[in-house]
Nanobody, 123 residues
């Protein structure tokens, strides 16, 4: 069974930082791309960052470039999203997703999803 478990969300002040984790099980991470998405109330789901752990290639949305960094620890089967310089606009539920194939910020690329973790940034 492919499973993803996101964690690390919380309440943080604007300008602060958080690190989200996505624990992966049931598949070989080398064969998959892993992405982070977010969804704020009343808005569409937005692709944030993705990584292909086999070669380390990443892709980031323009809205988070220079602030968010996606990485993977293949030994731990975990993907991280380091979020710095957080803004109130980053408030959302964050989800990790996985599928075989190339890194993409389009949600329909991914068949496997974890439950969300809530990030709240206070201004």
């Amino acid at each position: 069974d492919v499973q993803l478990q996101a964690s690390g969300g919380g309440l943080v002040q604007a300008g602060g930082f958080l690190r989200l984790s996505c624990a992966l099980s049931g598949f070989n991470v080398d064969d998959y791309s892993i992405a982070w998405f977010r969804q704020a109330p009343g808005t569409a789901r937005e692709g944030v960052s993705c990584i292909t752990p086999r070669d380390g290639k990443t892709l980031n949305a323009d809205s988070v470039k220079g602030r968010f960094t996606v990485s993977s620890d293949n030994n731990k089967n975990t993907v991280y999203l380091q979020m710095n310089s957080l803004e109130s606009e980053d408030t959302a539920i964050y989800y990790c997703a996985a599928d075989q194939g190339r890194c993409s910020l389009w949600d329909r690329t991914y068949r496997y999803w974890g439950q969300g973790t809530l990030v709240t940034v206070s201004s």
